[in-house]
């Protein structure tokens, strides 16, 4: 019976280390489930802010969309200014052109307002004769 009594012993000794390595074996399922789950959530807010970003840029997109939009109707609005310049610039060389014209005109009137003047004076108080 004294093999019988180490047998016990022997026995309760395999099952504190099947329950010690059951409780190991526990302990890093648990350890493992955890990271795991910390890692999942993680990737969820990661997920949960590209998500965000996304809808956010989605947003500058569109306004970009619309400023080029508008960037392009105003390039056309000033090409067709580009006409109107074109021919207030043609505008602008012939005035300068009839200014000199008129200031030639000016001098020439002032020059037969003296001629005239003097013939006048001329027939009005002729000279003297010797």
């Known amino acids: 019976m004294d093999g019988a009594n180490n047998g016990e012993p022997q ?7 099947t329950e ?24 969820e807010l990661l997920e949960k ?6 809808e956010e840029y989605k947003g500058y997109g569109d306004l970009a969309s619309g400023l080029r939009v508008f960037v392009e109707q105003l390039k056309c609005k000033s090409d067709s200014f580009n ?6 610039d ?5 005035v300068t052109e009839f200014e000199v014209v008129v200031s030639m005109l000016d001098k020439y009137v ?8 003097s013939v006048y004076q001329t027939r009005l108080h002729p000279p003297p004769n010797n």
């Open 11 to 17: 026995n309760q000794k395999r099952d504190e280390l």
């Open 20 to 43: 010690s390595l059951n409780d190991l074996f526990s302990s890093i399922s648990t350890m493992i489930k955890s990271e795991l789950q910390g890692t999942n959530n993680q990737l």
């Open 49 to 54: 802010m590209n998500v965000r970003v996304a």
């Open 83 to 88: 006409e109107y310049v074109e021919q207030i």
């Open 90 to 94: 043609a505008i602008e060389k012939q």
């Open 110 to 117: 002032c020059l037969l307002e003296s001629r005239v003047q």
